[in-house]
């Protein structure tokens, strides 16, 4: 059985994306553990070597939890196509090129699909980590469809192209609370709260 994390407890959010900190802070404000982003805190933001969504979350909560003192949460998460093989996929956020420019992300996207099947899901995987190597990982997905030009200036990264199934809005059009309960991070948020919140 995986480690509890007290009410009370301070947890590095071990990302610098400041829109995935606030979504996963939006997750975490039930069970009153108190966050902080790993860029608060001057942790490096470290190089994904990893192959898979897990290889790269784990790698990010081990570092930040060695560095703070502190159990660390990371996610390591993207858009996945199977008409492109997969990509973006761990890449996601490097087809944003080193500005994080998503509107260049999506349009790449787009580009590379032409006219090939649009079928796509985010994967989110989650990676809790203790500073005496106590682990735990939790994967979510949400299967959906891309749509383009892109939909929406809410959430971010890829939300604004991407349809959940049984859906007709964009990630990026779609109420914030309405999200957080569908998306790929809030299916494996919801392990990670049954087993350690």
């Not at 735990?136 to 959430?155: K, N, Q, S």
């Not at 991407?162 to 309960?181: L, S």
Request: aromatic fraction near 8%; charge should be negative.
């Amino acid at each position: 059985m995986p480690r509890r994390l007290a009410p009370g407890a301070r947890l590095v959010i071990a990302s610098h994306n400041p829109g995935k900190v606030r979504e996963i802070a939006a997750l975490l404000q039930p069970y009153r553990v108190e966050v902080v982003g790993a860029a608060a805190l001057g942790l490096a933001e470290p190089e994904e070597t990893g192959v898979t969504f897990e290889e790269n979350a784990v790698l990010k909560a081990r570092l930040a939890a060695a560095a703070s003192g502190l159990p660390a949460l990371a996610d390591d998460s993207g858009l996945v196509v199977p008409a492109l093989d997969g990509a973006p996929g761990i890449y996601s956020a490097r087809w944003a090129g080193p500005d994080r420019d998503f509107g260049a992300a999506m349009a790449g996207v787009e580009r590379e699909l032409g006219g090939k099947d649009r079928r796509a899901h985010f994967v989110a995987v989650l990676a809790l980590a203790w500073p005496d190597g106590t682990e735990a990982m939790f994967r979510g997905e949400v299967h959906g469809r891309l749509t383009f030009p892109p939909r929406g200036d809410r959430g971010f990264g890829y939300d604004p192209i991407f349809i959940a199934d049984g859906d007709d809005e964009t990630f990026g059009e779609m109420d914030p609370n309405r999200k957080h309960r569908i998306s790929h991070r809030a299916r494996a948020f919801a392990q990670l709260a049954a087993q350690c919140l």
